[in-house]
Every structure is written in C-alpha cells, then in structure tokens.
DNA sequence: TGAAGCGTACTGGTCATACCACTTGACCAG
DNA sequence: CTGGTCAAGTGGTATGACCAGTACGCTTCA
C-alpha cells in the first residue's frame, strides 16, 4: 500500500487557507468587513489568538487590512498584493487557474532573457561550469518532472550569476507558485526532455560572456516551454490538478 | 502647520520589525535558532501571544522557519524569501541599500518595456486616453515628488493595461519598496521634472497598438531615471533618508 | 560494545478569560 | 450645525494553563 505522509496543519494554517480562498474568490467582496474575530472564533469552533494567528498573517499578504478598532476590511488584492501572493493564485482549491499560469509563463519568457543577459555579464567561466554540469545532468534524465527540477536547478545558478537581489528574490516567488503545479504539468512537458541543446548554447554564451548572445539564446530556452504550456492550458483550461 | 498622522505601533509590529532587522542583518546566522517564545516574551517584557503573532508574520514572509517541536530557525532569505520582503531590505535601519537600490532600477529596466508591450498588445484607445491624461498633469506639475507620482501612476494605467496578474503583483512589490523611498530621492530626480516627451511617445505607440515600439519608448521612459539613480547611487551610496 | 528504546525537558500550538485601546455612531447640549 | 459625551463593538494585550511535537541523554538489552 501507499503511505503517504501525513498532513498535520495546525488550526491556524486552516483557517489562514480558508479565509485567504474566500476572499480570493471574492466570496466577500472587496471593501466589506471580515466577522469579527470572536464570531470568527465561535463559528469555527476554535479559540481567538488562533484566530488572530491567521488574520495577523492574513494581513502580511496585503489581502485584507485590520485596523484596531475598526472591522478587518477586505482589499483588493490586485492592487495591494504583492507577487508571493502568487501560489495562493495559480493553484486555487485544487485546480490550476488558466489566465494566471498563461500569466506566469508570459512573464517567464520576458524576464528569462534579462536574467541571462545579466548572468552572461557577470557569472563569469565559474558559472559557465555549474550550468554545463547540470545540462549534462539533463542529458541523461528521463523522467519529465525530474527534468524540470533540472531546468529549475538550471534557473537558479542563472538568477545567482545575475547577482541582482530582485531577480532572485523575484524568481524565488515566481518558483514557488510553479513547481507545486509540476506534477500536474508532466504529462504536457514531457516532449522537452532531450531537448538540451539550447541550454548548452545559453552556457556558451554564458562563457563567453556575450549578453546579446545570452539574451537570445535563454529565449529559445523558454520558448518551447512557453508553447508547450500556452497550448496545454487553451485546450484543457480548468482541469484538475 | 504641517501636521503628520500620528503612529501608534502596535506591539507586535514592533516585535516584527526589530526581529526582521536582526535577521536580515545577519545577527542571527542562517540555520541558527531564535530564543524561543517563552524567552523573547521575558526579555522584550510582553507577552508571549504577541511575540507569537510577530513570528507567525515572520514566517509568512519566509526569513524564519517555525517548526512545532523544534525551535525556530532562519533561513537564507535569498533562497527562501519572495518579493514581498524588498521593501524591508531597500531601506533598512532608516537607510537605503545602495547594492539593493541598484537591482531594483536594474529589474525595473528590464522588465518595464516587457509591460509595455504588452499593454500596446492589449490596452487600446482606452488605455491611451488615460495615459494621455496623467501626461497632461505631468506637463503642469513643478514638484519632483508630485511628479514622481504621477509618473507612477502612470506605470500603473500601463500595468493594467497589460492585463497580466503576475507582472501586476510584481509591480505592486516593486512599488511598496520604491515609493516610501521617494522623498529621500527627490533631489535627484528633480532634473527629470518637464522631460514629458517620452512619455508621449509611449502613449501614441499605446495608441497605435504598436509592441515593438512601445517597448523601445518604455526604455527611452526608464533611463533617464535609471541613469540619474545609478548615478546618484554610486556618489552617495550609503546616506540617510 | 553497540544500538534500540525510553524519558525528560525543552520547543511550538491551542485554549479560556479578562481587560485595555480604539473606532464608530447615536445622542445630546451648545 | 457644531462640538461633546457615551455606549457598544472592534481589534490589541496579558495571563496561565495545558496539549503536541521534537531533541537528546540515558538506560537497557542483545
């Protein structure tokens, strides 16, 4: 039989999803009040600072804002959010949400090629030898997921040869929405496995230190993804994970 | 008179502020432990449901881990942390980072023209109406702070124009770490107060519905900041606010 | 001697209750 | 209409107790 490991999320991390999903989908309308947090208490059945735990976080997103004093007011999480939000979007109630993943994958291939052009300037022939070794890593890889956690792997020595702190910080939150959703993706990406070549043409460029070259080439490293992706999510936009 | 809202900090937004502080100073090694609850509430002299709700918050944003049983450890924000956490590491202790500085005018080069083309692609005349508003308040505006503002929203209109929820919460992260930091940038940017040419021209392009050239515009838009920043940034690395 | 097993002493998680601080809105006096 | 007062409701903090999980030393047994 198969075990899996068992799920033990404090009350807090509960009620946290499950107000963060309602107001995402905006079952409590932007600019209303939240209950109160005894009422939050009493309906849940749980005791207040758990209660208090989860909104205080809640807050830390931007989804809501409590004032003391005043009611815990819904925001509009489109302008007061911030991109770690991002998680809690693309894979809402179990389901990958289309337009965002269509989002995330524009957003990919826009700021790939900068992050490469930035790591050609200044990884230098000590990054060029991190990210060969990991194309021959991919070289001998079958399976589609592991694949991609290579790809990733790849990405992350890029994103810190850029040696930009916003990269980084920006890849870390765009990683987190993306890989909990790989499995689901396997089946679509699995006609990139083999496809190494335009990862070892990015390390050249790499190498050589050309970020034109690099530019270009980390396009054509995404693109197939990209297309991959883009047609997978029109065809069966909404099915589960 | 100038009078300025008064802040009443509750105590746990405190407890989180000066505990992120240490941790992104580094006064608390990676993978180190924190005290524990018990012991922070003692030694800061509150109580041990508001350090809980302080390190809960901590947690959120990914610079702590806080495991039941264990004790509380920091992780390495490069790795762990989103881009949620920018503001805090832009300006820290009342200072701004230069080094940090530096990659957010880098990422805002890179990843603005990507928006603006995207907006070209899909914000229509609407969206050119708009922009050509907030450029006609741009030409009568003398403040450079004012300006700014406007500057921003304009950015905003072109975000939204662009009708992408990831570039939309990037640019939200990137605008709660810039804004605060206006003021103290001010002197620098005032040189770029009247300079409302390129704007124009990424509105028409806007207009036109033309990517290609919305992107070169947004460019032209961004470096005149960006250089005045760098600029700026490299003379005066390090100063107050 | 080594390793498995057990206890204990820590850690964070939850609860109940009381009280403080602030906002809101209704009401009233000027 | 303005300003003040007040009561009710909200979030903020404190206390103390107990539950739950982890870390680690110690015992125990092969």
Redesign the pocket.
């Known amino acids: 039989m198969a075990l899996r490991p068992v799920t033990?999320r404090?009350?807090?991390?509960q009620v946290f999803d499950q107000l963060v999903d309602d107001v995402v989908d905006g079952e409590i309308a932007v600019g209303e009040a939240?209950p109160?947090?005894?009422?939050l208490a009493e309906v849940l059945g749980?005791?207040?600072?758990?209660v208090?735990?989860a909104l205080q976080r809640i807050g830390q997103t931007g989804l809501v804002e409590?004032?003391?004093?005043?009611?815990?007011t819904v925001r509009d999480f489109r302008k007061s959010a911030g991109l770690d939000l991002l998680p809690k979007l693309l894979v809402r109630g179990g389901r990958l949400d289309a337009a965002i993943a269509r989002s995330v994958v524009e957003a990919r291939a826009e700021v790939g090629p900068g992050i490469a052009a930035l790591a050609a300037e200044r990884g230098g022939p000590a990054l060029a030898v991190a990210l060969e070794a990991v194309v021959t890593d991919l070289e001998t890889t079958e399976d589609a997921i592991a694949w991609q956690r290579l790809a990733l792997d790849y990405w992350d020595l890029l994103v810190d040869g850029a040696d930009s702190l916003v990269f980084r910080l920006m890849y870390n939150s765009l990683r987190a929405a993306y890989e909990p959703a790989l499995p689901a993706l396997a089946a679509v990406l699995a006609d990139e496995v083999g496809q190494v070549e335009p990862y070892r043409l990015l390390a050249a460029a790499i190498r050589a230190g050309d970020p034109a070259t690099a530019r270009a080439a980390a396009t054509r490293v995404l693109t197939p993804t990209a297309s991959s992706l883009l047609g997978a999510l029109a065809a069966l936009s909404g099915d589960d994970l």
């Open positions: 033990r404090s009350v807090s991390d939240l109160s947090e005894r009422r749980i005791s207040r600072p758990a208090r735990e409590v004032r003391h004093g005043g009611a815990t």
